[in-house]
Structures are given as structure tokens and as C-alpha cells.
């Protein structure tokens, strides 16, 4: 069966300081990655998405850029954090075959101070 | 283009009595939808999708949803409410790739 991991779950970071959050999904090949940021009381925004590796699409303009060194391994970074980069940060993956559906990872909490 | 439209940002119920969390979509296309459920600080689980199957979905944990073509609704119902179902949840369409959430409904339980 297929997993999706997030890490860290829960992370406090200064303004200014750099940021790296880590996806990977075991028990599938070549899926599509993604990463979206949930705002308090908020909807889910895509931030990226990617179709394999190396290939990144940013859905909108920001702080933060993502990568997609290994095919299961999606990171979300920054070089310097906003306080607007606050958030709930979750990835998920779906099937090359099946993109209408989306399976998603426990989620990282993003505090910045 | 699509949107999505969650017409209560929170719903309140008795445990015991139904639950209906309405949902509103536009898409240019035939879309995928999709209710997900949240508990505090945790990622998104599957309730259930809708994929131009049949227009009635049973989902887990009791809850169903009816796609509505004429009225572009996909509400979401359960007919007797627990504790456990106090959670946030979201109403997603897809299509081309591409998700669009509503911006989600805080489900209360009262005992």
C-alpha cells in the first residue's frame, strides 16, 4: 500500500531563518507531488506540483520554492522566512494514471516568529 | 475556471441528529468532486469522490453525498451525528489536474 510522509510535524522558526520541509511517498512510482499551504480558517492553496523529477510548476508567486530531487522526494524550501509563511503545510501525491484523485500527508506546522 | 463555495463556514448540531454541509461548484468541464474531513492539526483524509459514477456517494463513517448537475451542488450528509465527527471538511473539485478547495466547514458536535 501507498504512504505519504511529512516531517517535521511541527516546526518554530525566526523571521529570516531558512526553511526545508521534506515529503516522500513509498509504494508507488512516478506520481504527481504537491504541495499546498493552509492558512488559519482557510481553504488550501496549491502552492506546486510537480510531474517528476526535476519538473516544477509554481501555481503562485512567494517566498518559498520547492524541488524534486528523487522521484518520491518532494522539499518545500526557503531561503529566508516571512511571517506570512506561517501556516499548515501539507503534501500529497496522486497516481499518474488516476490524477482526479489526491492522497495527502499528515501535514507540517509552520510557526514563524 | 472553476471555484468552489462551502455556504457555511460552521455548522453546529446535536450528536444524534443529521448533519448537511452544503457545498457549490463551477467548472467548465465534467469534474472530479470530493468531500475531505481534517481533525486539529492533522493532514486530509478521503471521505468520498465523486467521478461521474453514480450521482449518490457513500462514503466512510456514515456520510454520503448526492451530486446535482442542475443545481452544480454536492452536499455533503450523514444521518445521525457522533462526538468523533466534530472535525473540519472540505468540498474540492478537480479537474485537468488542477484542485480547487472550498474554504471549509467547521462541523461542532453537541452531547
Known amino acids: 500500500s501507498q504512504t505519504i510522509h511529512q516531517w517535521p510535524a511541527t516546526l518554530v522558526q525566526p523571521v529570516g531563518s531558512p526553511l526545508s520541509l521534506e515529503c516522500t511517498v513509498e509504494?508507488?512510482?512516478?506520481?504527481?507531488l504537491y504541495w499546498y499551504r493552509q492558512a488559519a480558517g482557510r481553504g488550501l492553496q496549491l502552492l506546486f506540483y510537480?510531474?517528476?523529477?526535476?519538473?516544477i510548476s509554481s501555481e503562485v508567486p512567494q517566498n518559498l520554492s520547492a524541488s524534486r530531487p528523487q522521484d518520491r522526494q518532494f522539499i518545500l524550501s526557503s531561503k529566508k522566512l516571512l511571517l506570512s509563511d506561517s501556516g499548515f503545510y501539507l503534501c500529497?501525491?496522486?497516481?499518474?494514471?488516476?490524477?482526479?484523485?489526491?492522497?495527502f500527508g499528515p501535514g507540517t506546522r509552520l510557526t514563524v516568529l | 475556471a472553476q471555484s468552489v463555495t462551502q455556504l457555511d463556514s460552521h455548522v453546529s448540531v446535536s450528536e444524534g441528529t443529521p448533519v448537511l454541509l452544503r457545498c457549490n461548484y463551477s467548472?467548465?468541464?465534467?469534474?472530479?468532486l470530493f468531500w475531505y474531513v481534517q481533525h486539529p492539526n492533522k493532514g486530509l483524509q478521503l471521505l468520498l469522490k465523486?467521478?461521474?459514477?453514480?450521482?449518490l456517494v457513500k462514503g466512510i463513517n456514515g456520510f454520503e453525498a448526492e451530486f446535482k448537475k442542475s443545481e452544480t451542488s454536492f452536499h455533503l450528509t450523514k444521518p445521525s451525528a457522533h462526538m468523533s465527527d466534530a472535525a473540519e471538511y472540505f468540498c474540492?473539485?478537480?479537474?485537468?489536474?488542477?484542485?480547487?478547495f472550498g474554504d471549509g466547514t467547521t462541523l461542532t458536535v453537541k452531547p
Open positions: 500529497a501525491w496522486s497516481a499518474q494514471g488516476n490524477p482526479r484523485e489526491q492522497f
Open positions: 509504494g508507488t512510482s512516478n506520481p504527481n
Open positions: 510537480s510531474v517528476g523529477i526535476g519538473q
Open positions: 467548472s467548465s468541464y465534467s469534474p472530479s
Open positions: 465523486y467521478t461521474s459514477a453514480a450521482t
Open positions: 474540492v473539485v478537480r479537474n485537468a489536474g488542477k484542485s480547487t
